[in-house]
């Protein structure tokens, strides 16, 4: 088994000579108060994986150390819903891709790991971080705890209220956990002050943990989703599904991810999208968002920040606005305003599908499958599976084969408080507004300053 876990991780954009600078490069903002005096930012990323985000070579190599760490749970199941299936009396055959079996219970070790060895090579002693639902959290503070770094978390409010055990093992990993927005630093006191009674977002996280990066030395920020080389490191998911469904016989007709900003579904679908430019397949790739933060399906594709105070460098990408603050769904991991670069660019190639869904038939869709599959989803990964369910549905009603493949992310055992809002009747749909995403987007900085630049580095 232990074959089946890659030695390389895959580049996609090897396969997208049409996607120029715009999934490549960033333009730096200057950030008041931050080394060096010169008031430029302070390049975050080690020079290895800057490298790593712009190559343009297929395959990279992962260091011994970190695959010597992934053979410690990886490869991991994939399975197919037979009960699932039957339920559903349909002639598609579904797979799912489980990264629950994960020592932190999703897929961000992948990349958490890696950064972790990376950031340590190049002499970093604490990196700090935003997160959502706390998954990434929790996978960076076991990463650093590792390899023998410091680690603060800046956690969404809403999700470190709705989430308490995830902040737990994040302590126990010995992470400092700071809901946000915190009064400790002006990021935080900034969105206070527009909003006191504000749940926080993602956006608002970041900001606040690269303003904690930039007042200390040795201290970097780390980030989960969206940047080339996180995308990069998760792709052993898909290679190892790819493998895994060769013994098979299989090939999926579509491949289904939920994206928040993009990690996830990245993971699992960059290495069949390889294999279809290879073989000339039909193979279809849907990104399944939250009504309540649709950026794929009603956001814009502009430069934007990636933060809430707009200290980031910008990326081109599909946006709701990088103000812009989505209702308090139990989805933490998918709340985040803005799509990585590289899928916002192959879905403005029209080389990816996205679908957009309330939460209740999501929480329906994951209740559906505990019931069937024995597997409690993560609300993020439910998503993915209302996707499947809606696919497999079509498939009866045309009389065809097809075969299904999605990311079953993470489990749902420290999200079991938002079952229990949904099986009391508690839980509603909570959609974005026209007026609050219009809002949101009237704040974009100006198209016309958006001239990237490469972002340099501070570590060798």
């Given at each position: 088994m232990t074959s089946i876990v890659p030695t390389h991780w895959y580049n996609v954009l090897s396969d997208l000579a049409d996607v120029e600078d715009a999934a490549r490069l960033r333009r730096a903002r200057p950030f008041e108060g931050q080394r060096p005096a010169d008031g430029a930012i302070t390049p975050q990323i080690p020079l290895t994986m800057y490298r790593q985000s712009l190559s343009r070579e297929p395959f990279i190599e992962i260091p011994e150390e970190v695959r010597r760490q992934y053979l410690r749970w990886r490869p991991t199941p994939l399975r197919r819903a037979r009960n699932l299936e039957q339920l559903l009396r349909t002639p598609a055959r579904i797979y799912f891709k489980y990264e629950g079996t994960s020592p932190t219970g999703s897929h961000k070790l992948n990349t958490a790991l890696a950064q972790a060895y990376y950031y340590k090579q190049a002499g970093v002693e604490e990196l700090t971080t935003g997160t959502g639902a706390g998954q990434w959290g929790t996978a960076l503070s076991l990463a650093a705890r590792m390899y023998g770094l410091r680690c603060t978390v800046?956690?969404?409010?809403?999700?470190?209220?709705?989430?308490?055990?995830?902040?737990?093992?994040?302590?126990?990993?010995?992470?400092?956990?700071?809901?946000?927005?915190?009064?400790?630093?002006?990021?935080?006191?900034?969105?206070?002050?527009?909003?006191?009674?504000?749940?926080?977002?993602?956006?608002?996280?970041?900001?606040?943990?690269?303003?904690?990066?930039?007042?200390?030395?040795?201290?970097?920020?780390?980030?989960?989703?969206?940047?080339?080389?996180?995308?990069l490191h998760q792709t052993v998911i898909g290679q190892e599904a790819l493998r895994q469904l060769e013994d098979l016989d299989e090939f999926p007709d579509v491949v289904i991810g939920a994206v928040g900003a993009g990690s996830n579904f990245s993971g699992l679908a960059f290495p069949f999208f390889h294999e279809k430019i290879r073989t000339g397949r039909a193979t279809r790739f849907v990104a399944v968002e939250p009504q309540a933060c649709p950026k794929l399906t009603r956001g814009t594709y502009a430069w934007d920040y990636n933060d809430f105070t707009g200290v980031t460098p910008m990326t081109k990408m599909y946006t709701l606005g990088h103000t812009f603050v989505s209702p308090g769904i139990h989805a933490g991991g998918l709340r985040y305003h803005g799509a990585a670069p590289l899928v916002s660019a192959m879905y403005e190639r029209k080389l990816i599908e996205a679908v957009a869904y309330p939460q209740q038939r999501v929480f329906e869709a994951g209740l559906t499958f505990a019931e069937q599959e024995w597997i409690t989803p993560a609300p993020e990964s439910a998503h993915a599976i209302r996707a499947a369910i809606d696919e497999a549905v079509r498939a009866r009603e045309e009389g065809r084969e097809k075969v299904i493949l999605f990311n079953l992310s993470g489990h749902g055992l420290l999200d079991l408080s938002a079952y229990d809002h949904y099986l009391s009747g508690r839980m509603t749909d909570q959609a974005a507004t026209e007026d609050q995403i219009r809002a949101s987007l009237d704040r974009l900085p100006p198209q016309s300053e958006a001239r990237p630049a490469h972002a340099g580095t501070r570590s060798p």
């Open positions: 800046y956690m969404v409010r809403v999700s470190h209220e709705q989430k308490p055990y995830r902040r737990v093992m994040m302590e126990m990993n010995g992470a400092r956990v700071v809901p946000g927005p915190s009064t400790g630093t002006s990021a935080g006191r900034a969105a206070l002050e527009r909003d006191p009674d504000t749940g926080g977002s993602l956006s608002i996280a970041n900001a606040e943990a690269f303003e904690h990066a930039a007042a200390r030395e040795g201290c970097n920020l780390s980030v989960g989703s969206g940047e080339n080389h996180v995308l």
